[in-house]
C-alpha cells in the first residue's frame, strides 16, 4: 500500500520552500492567533510538519507557555528544528498522531494544522488529542475543504491523474478528502468532546512565482514517489503543464489563488 503521509528525502525542502509560503503560511498565522487567545501555556502541536505553524505559534504564545511539536516524519522535523534558536521553549519530538508518546492530561491545547487527514485511524486521533488533554483543554485542528473550493489542487489531481492510463496516483484525495462537517462533528463528540466550534476560512493568495507554487504541488509530498514509482512520465513535464493550467486558471500577472480550509475548536470534556 502507497504511503501518503511519508514526507521523506527531498519532500520537505520542496514542501516548505514551495508550498509553505503559499497555501500553509497564512493559516498558519490564523490558527496561532486562535490557541494563544486561549491562554494555553502547555501546547503539543501534531503534524508540526516543517515548523510553519510552530514558528508562528511560538512567536504568539506567552513568554513561558511551553510548547512541544511533533510529527511522524523524522526529516521534516530537522527543518522545523533550523527555524528556532536555542532558549525558545521548543521541545520536538517524533510522534505518531494515533499512538501519541504522552502523558494523560500532559497539554491544556493541543494542536494540528492540516495533519488529520493523514491519519489512516482518524477517530484514534481524535481520542489521543483527548488522552493527553488536561480536562477542559482545547484542541484545535484544521483540515482542506474539497476539491470544489480549492481549485488548486482538483488542477494538480487532474493533470496528474491524466498522465496515467492506469493506476494514476492518488494523492491529492488524501489532504482533500477529509471534510464533511457531520462525521467529523460525530467523531468528536464520541472522542469524547465538547462546545464545538468550526469556521470556514476562505481566502485568496496572490502567488508571485506559479512555476515555483506548480514545483511544490508535484515535488513538495509524496505524490512524487508516486509518479517515480510507477514511471514513464518526467516529473517536471507535470510542472510546466500545471504552471501553466495554474497561469490559464488563476491570472498570470499576478496569479491570484482561491482556497478555502475549515478550522475547529473543541473542549475536552
Avoid at 120 to 139: I, M, N, Q
Wanted: net charge negative.
Amino acid at each position: 500500500m502507497e504511503s501518503n503521509a511519508a514526507f521523506t528525502g527531498s519532500i520537505p525542502d520542496n514542501y516548505d520552500k514551495g508550498l509553505g509560503p503559499v497555501i500553509f503560511a497564512d493559516y498558519a498565522a490564523d490558527m496561532a492567533r486562535l490557541v494563544a487567545a486561549s491562554g494555553a501555556k502547555n501546547v503539543l502541536e501534531i503534524a508540526a510538519g516543517t515548523g510553519i505553524a510552530t514558528r508562528r505559534l511560538r512567536d504568539l504564545l506567552a513568554a513561558d507557555a511551553r510548547l512541544t511539536a511533533s510529527d511522524l516524519n523524522p526529516p521534516m522535523l530537522e527543518i522545523a528544528r533550523a527555524k528556532f534558536k536555542p532558549g525558545e521553549s521548543v521541545d520536538f519530538q517524533t510522534a505518531d498522531g494515533c499512538a501519541l508518546p504522552f502523558e494523560d492530561g500532559a497539554f491544556d491545547a493541543v494542536v494540528c494544522q492540516f495533519g488529520v487527514m493523514f491519519f489512516p485511524d482518524k477517530e484514534a486521533g481524535y481520542r489521543e488529542a483527548r488522552r493527553v488533554l488536561s480536562p477542559g483543554g482545547r484542541y484545535f485542528f484544521s483540515v482542506w475543504d474539497s476539491f470544489r473550493y480549492n481549485r488548486f489542487a482538483r488542477l494538480t489531481h487532474e493533470i496528474v491523474a491524466s498522465s496515467f492510463v492506469e493506476n494514476p496516483p492518488q494523492f491529492y484525495m488524501t489532504p482533500f478528502g477529509h471534510f464533511a462537517l457531520d462525521p467529523i462533528k460525530e467523531e468528536l463528540t464520541d472522542a469524547g468532546f465538547t462546545d464545538l466550534r468550526i469556521a470556514v476560512l476562505s481566502r485568496a493568495k496572490e502567488v508571485a512565482a506559479p512555476a515555483d507554487f506548480a514545483r511544490g504541488l508535484v515535488y513538495g509530498n509524496p505524490m512524487i514517489d508516486q509518479i517515480r514509482a510507477r514511471g514513464g512520465v518526467e516529473p517536471d513535464a507535470l510542472v510546466s503543464t500545471l504552471a501553466a493550467a495554474l497561469k490559464s486558471e488563476f491570472g498570470a500577472d499576478p496569479c491570484r489563488l482561491p482556497m478555502q480550509a475549515i478550522m475547529f475548536e473543541a473542549r475536552r470534556r
